[in-house]
C-alpha cells in the first residue's frame, strides 16, 4: 500500500516545469539517436509545442551518415538549423565513408557564422575543435578558401595530422577571414554537394589512386560559381582518351586559374568558359612519353607544318589545342601567361599570341621554342600606309610591357636581337605607353655575351640577364 501510493502520489512528467523539461529534452538530443528530438516531438501535443519552440533543444546536430542518403542528410541539416536559430549549434559527425566529408560539411557552411564546434567519429579516431575563437576572430564569418587533399582522412595514427584542423583563419588584420582544409580519397559526385559558395579553391592529388579524371573534376567546378580563384596540382597521370562528351562549366568570376603537373589539360581547359580570366599558370606539364589521343578530332591537330624539335610533342599539342579552345569560346582579357615546363607547337603559339590583344606579361620557362617563335615578337606588315616605305605595320602582344624567357636552349641569341631589338624601335616610336619594360633572359645558353651587349643598345637599363 505504501509503495502504491507512493507511485500513484508521484506527480505527472507534463507537470514539471517548461525550463526542466527543456533541460531534460536537451540533454536526451546530447546522447541519444540522431532523430531523438522529433522521436519526443510525437509523444503529446504538449512536448511537440515546447521541443519546436525551443532552440536550445537542437543545438546539437548529430549526423550518422550509415546508410543514409544525402538528401536525408541535407534535410535534417536544415531543420535542425532553421530550429535551433538564432543559437550556435554543434555538429557531431559520426562517418563511415570518408567521401562523404565534404558533401555534408557543406550543408552547414552556409551558417557558418553559428557553427561552434565539432566532433568527427572515423575509422576508430575522434577529432574535435572548437569554431568559437575562429568566427570571433574573423569579423567576415563567411567561408573564403577551401583546400581539398585527395588521400584517406585523419590516416596519421600518431596524432599529428594536419587534417584535424578542417577550419582555420586567413587574411591579414584588416581582412580576415575563414578557409577550410579537407581530405577525401576523391572528389564526391555533383548531386552530394550543396552549392559551394567559396572563391578560392585548391585541389592537390597526393596518390595515383586518387587522381581526378576531368568529367569528374569539371562536375565539381559547376557547384562552385563563386570561384575567382582555382588551383589544380596532379601528378601527371594520363586519364586515357574519354569515352563521352564533357559539358561545358562557366565560371564567370574566375580570374586565376593555376594548373600544375596534369596531363589532362586539354580535355580541362577545352570545356571551360572564363569570360573573366586575367591570369593563367601553368607548371610542370611537358611529358617525354606518348599521350592518347584527344576523343574528338578538331581543327589544329594536324602536324606542325614548321616541324620544330620538341622533347615533349604529346603534351605540347595538348596544352596548345586546350588554350586554343579556351580562348576561342571564352575571349578572356587575360594579361599574365605564365609557363613553366608547359610548352607547346610553334603553330599554337602564333595562334595564341594573335588571340591576347591585352596581354602584359609572358613568362616561360624550359621551352623548347624555336627561331619560328621568336620572330612572332617582332613587327609584321598588314597592309599599305602612308609612311616612306609605303607599308603600314603591327605588333602580336600589342600590350606586352614584361617579357621573362628561362632556359630556352633551342632558340638562338641572333634571333632574339632581332626581333626584340625592331619590336623596340617600332613600340618605343609608335606606342610608348605600351612598350617592353622589362625583359628578362636567364640560363638561354644561346644567348651569349655578345647578344647581351648587342641588345642592350636599343634595351639599356630595361635589358636583365643572367
Wanted: glycine share 4%.
Amino acid at each position: 500500500m505504501i509503495l502504491s501510493k507512493d507511485i500513484h502520489s508521484s506527480p505527472p512528467f507534463s507537470s514539471l516545469p517548461p525550463e526542466l523539461l527543456i533541460e531534460i529534452f536537451s540533454t536526451c538530443s546530447l546522447t541519444g539517436d540522431w532523430h531523438t528530438p522529433l522521436a519526443l516531438s510525437k509523444v503529446c501535443c504538449l512536448w511537440k509545442d515546447l521541443i519546436i519552440s525551443s532552440p536550445s533543444i537542437w543545438q546539437t546536430i548529430v549526423i550518422l551518415d550509415s546508410k543514409r542518403s544525402m538528401s536525408s542528410i541535407r534535410a535534417q541539416a536544415e531543420l535542425w538549423i532553421a530550429r535551433s536559430s538564432p543559437l550556435p549549434f554543434n555538429l557531431v559527425l559520426k562517418l563511415t565513408n570518408s567521401e562523404r566529408l565534404l558533401p555534408i560539411m557543406s550543408c552547414f557552411l552556409p551558417s557558418l557564422a553559428r557553427w561552434m564546434r565539432y566532433t568527427i567519429t572515423y575509422d576508430e579516431r575522434t577529432v574535435e575543435k572548437s569554431l568559437a575563437d575562429l568566427t570571433l576572430s574573423s569579423p567576415r564569418c563567411i567561408l573564403h578558401h577551401v583546400d581539398i587533399l585527395l588521400k584517406a582522412p585523419f590516416e596519421d595514427v600518431t596524432g599529428d595530422d594536419e587534417d584535424d584542423i578542417i577550419f582555420f583563419p586567413c587574411g591579414g588584420a584588416t581582412y580576415r577571414h575563414i578557409s577550410m582544409k579537407v581530405a577525401t580519397t576523391k572528389l564526391p559526385h555533383a548531386e552530394m554537394v550543396n552549392p559551394l559558395l567559396f572563391t578560392s579553391l585548391n585541389i592537390s592529388e597526393t596518390t595515383f589512386e586518387s587522381s581526378v579524371r576531368s568529367p569528374d573534376l569539371l562536375q565539381f567546378l559547376a557547384h562552385c560559381p563563386n570561384l575567382e580563384h582555382l588551383y589544380f596540382h596532379g601528378l601527371s597521370s594520363d586519364e586515357g582518351t574519354l569515352d563521352t562528351l564533357l559539358p561545358v562549366i562557366a565560371l564567370p568570376r574566375l580570374h586565376t586559374l593555376h594548373l600544375d603537373e596534369i596531363c589532362n589539360q586539354r580535355s580541362i581547359l577545352s570545356h571551360l568558359y572564363l569570360p573573366a580570366l586575367r591570369e593563367l599558370y601553368m607548371r610542370h606539364m611537358n611529358v617525354d612519353y606518348p599521350l592518347e589521343p584527344y576523343h574528338v578530332p578538331e581543327e589544329g591537330d594536324s602536324d606542325d607544318e614548321s616541324r620544330d624539335f620538341s622533347q615533349s610533342p604529346y603534351s605540347d599539342l595538348h596544352t596548345g589545342m586546350g588554350i586554343r579552345k579556351l580562348l576561342s569560346r571564352s575571349r578572356p582579357p587575360l594579361e599574365i601567361l605564365d609557363m613553366d615546363l608547359s610548352d607547346m607547337r610553334t603553330k599554337d603559339f602564333r595562334w595564341v599570341f594573335d588571340k591576347l590583344p591585352d596581354l602584359k606579361q609572358f613568362s616561360i620557362v624550359g621551352s623548347d621554342m624555336s627561331d619560328s617563335v621568336v620572330a612572332l615578337f617582332a613587327p609584321f606588315v598588314v597592309g599599305r600606309g602612308d609612311g616612306q616605305d609605303g607599308k603600314r605595320m603591327s605588333v602580336r602582344l600589342p600590350q606586352l610591357s614584361v617579357l621573362k624567357m628561362y632556359s630556352c636552349q633551342q632558340l638562338s641569341g641572333d634571333a632574339l636581337v632581332k626581333a626584340l631589338s625592331a619590336r623596340v624601335h617600332y613600340t618605343d616610336r609608335t606606342t610608348p605607353d605600351t612598350t617592353l619594360v622589362t625583359v628578362v633572359i636567364s640560363s638561354c645558353n644561346n644567348f651569349t655575351a655578345k647578344h647581351t651587349e648587342e641588345l642592350s643598345w636599343d634595351l639599356h637599363d630595361r635589358l636583365h640577364v643572367s
